[in-house]
Nanobody
Framework: QLQASGGGLVQAGDSRGLSCAAS????????MAWFRQALGKEREFVAA????????DYADSVKGRFTASRDNAKNTMTLQMNNLKPEDTAVYYC????????????????WGQGTQVTVSS
């Protein structure tokens, strides 16, 4: 089970860190990713890490502002979001078990409950 947390209401330009904790399953050996879904829109890729965190992939819209990392020993993944913009407003989801390099949600096997991030202008 994956549980994302850390969402909330922030102002444009602020920073926010999201966490994803896994329980009942080790994240070691699995590629992981963050997706987000804005109201009325399809879920979209945000960031991905390969199984050991040595490789990352970011959507162009967040590159340079967001940083994904993982701690396999703690069974957690984080998404540090800087310089947030109103268009970053969405429910953020963490996922596990996909093919690194794939940016489609169906490539990932396990999903957690999302956490809402709202960025006010």
């Amino acid at each position: 089970q994956l549980q994302a947390s850390g969402g909330g209401l922030v102002q444009a330009g602020d920073s926010r860190g999201l966490s994803c904790a896994a329980s009942g399953r080790t994240i070691s050996g699995y590629n992981m990713a963050w997706f987000r879904q804005a109201l009325g829109k399809e879920r979209e890729f945000v960031a991905a890490l390969n199984w050991n965190g040595g490789s990352t992939d970011y959507a162009d819209s967040v590159k340079g502002r967001f940083t994904a990392s993982r701690d396999n020993a703690k069974n957690t993944m984080t998404l540090q979001m800087n310089n947030l913009k109103p268009e970053d407003t969405a429910v953020y989801y963490c996922s596990l078990g996909g093919v690194f390099g794939s940016r489609v949600e169906k490539a990932y096997m396990y999903w957690g409950q999302g956490t809402q991030v709202t960025v006010s202008s």
